[in-house]
């Protein structure tokens, strides 16, 4: 009886939030944020803002990292990309990242057969990733629109291309950066990528969590 009560409570509630088949899941006040943790320890935040200009929308992210022991720095990680998006479709990116002094970037843009997609590696032109063309499904691996799920992940930080393998294991609540929490489904990734990543009943980016040398994970500023 309570399962049926909570998932009428939860279709209830889709019902009353936007329409998002058609539309891009643009959040309400065209920004989000999140409190990044490592091993439960803050390191940094998170940062998207949107920005419409007539059919385009423009995503702006901005991550800000830094690993700590004994007051000195460990570890930094900077990230600066823009998406640009036409109607509902993927069209550009351009991204730049400095991975504890490693500067990489990655190019993206729109062509007949997919996305034209090259990688660069500043500190080691060797290790930069070719250019190459990206199946038509492909949408960045920015977390912020759930159909990412559906199709080809690219990686921002180093221009690789992976099939979506995803399964959901079903809804958790989620841990704000208040102290509050959110109700969200989870959907694992797996194949060459190893994440959790979360999103409310209104197709909104509600959490995420991965390993890279330690446990970390986001939790969402509401405030």
Not at 28 to 47: D, Q
Not at 55 to 66: E, G, P, R, W
Not at 185 to 191: A, E, I, K, L, P
Request: neutral net charge; aromatic residues 10%; contains cysteine.
């Amino acid at each position: 009886m309570q399962r049926r009560r909570f998932l009428a409570a939860t279709a209830a509630l889709a019902a009353t939030g936007p329409a998002l088949a058609d539309t891009l899941p643009v959040p309400p006040g065209n920004s989000m944020a999140f409190r990044v943790l490592r091993n439960g320890v803050p390191i940094g935040e998170h940062h998207l803002a949107f920005s419409r200009n007539g059919d385009s929308l423009s995503v702006d992210v901005n991550i800000a990292l830094l690993v700590t022991f004994a007051g000195l720095p460990l570890f930094r990680y900077t990230a600066a990309a823009r998406e640009t998006w036409t109607g509902n479709s993927f069209t550009r990116l351009e991204s730049q990242v400095n991975d504890n002094g490693t500067r990489l970037e990655v190019h993206a843009h729109k062509v007949a057969a997919g996305y034209d997609v090259v990688g660069i590696n500043h500190n080691n032109p060797a290790r930069s990733y070719p250019e190459y063309t990206a199946p038509p499904d492909t949408m960045p691996l920015s977390y912020w629109n759930k159909a990412m799920l559906e199709g080809t992940l690219l990686n921002i930080q180093t221009a690789h291309c992976y099939p979506a393998i995803v399964n959901s294991p079903g809804w958790n609540r989620l841990p704000t950066a208040e102290g509050g929490s959110i109700t969200a489904q989870c959907f694992n990734v797996r194949g060459k990528l190893r994440l959790s990543v979360w999103y409310d009943q209104f197709s909104q980016w509600s959490g995420l969590a991965f390993h890279v040398s330690g446990s970390e994970s986001y939790e969402k500023i509401t405030a």
